[in-house]
């Protein structure tokens, strides 16, 4: 299913794009945005380098526990077709009743809003499956995750990654 997103994606453009769940199918699309992502971007995603994408993409459409995992895509129509632009990769852990989550949006198409509406997607779609807190860790250095995720009503915490800050939200009562 494509969620659209009402706004327009880059000034005084009207370029559409929308959210979707991943599938299996999506292996190599998800690879490639991955590596094209810049150096820093993947670094700040991955929290540390990575180069192997195909299995990097893999691990996010194809986890052991289907039930409990989902990836969330922006897309957005491009001269070749559809184009990922941003991702969400969750996975609920049942036992504790949390679910972690991590995102990128590709470096061109930042700060217009596609971060806020694919974590608000996701968070929707994690309360529907029964979870009732969400956490994330980040880079200390990673001022743009950070500050969306306190914008979207996190709390910042101790991570046991002396590199890394977690945030903590609960989704329901």
Request: hydrophobic fraction near 40%; include cysteine; charge should be positive.
């Amino acid at each position: 299913m494509k969620l659209p997103w009402p706004g327009p994606l880059l000034p005084g453009a009207s370029q559409p794009v929308w959210i979707r769940t991943a599938s299996e199918g999506d292996l190599g699309s998800l690879a490639q945005y991955f590596e094209g992502l810049s150096r820093s971007a993947r670094y700040n995603r991955f929290m540390g380098a990575a180069s192997n994408f195909a299995t990097i993409a893999r691990g996010c459409l194809v986890p052991t526990r289907k039930a409990d995992w989902f990836t969330l895509f922006v897309e957005t129509r491009e001269p070749h077709g559809d184009a990922i632009i941003g991702e969400a990769c969750y996975g609920f852990d049942r036992t504790h009743g949390t679910g972690e989550f991590a995102m990128s949006v590709a470096d061109r198409f930042r700060r217009r809003g596609l971060g806020s509406a694919l974590l608000c997607a996701l968070q929707s779609r994690a309360i529907s499956l029964g979870c009732l807190d969400l956490f994330g860790e980040t880079l200390k250095g990673n001022d743009e995750m950070r500050s969306l995720a306190r914008k979207a009503g996190f709390k910042f915490t101790r991570s046991p990654d002396w590199r890394a800050v977690r945030f903590d939200k609960r989704l329901a009562d």
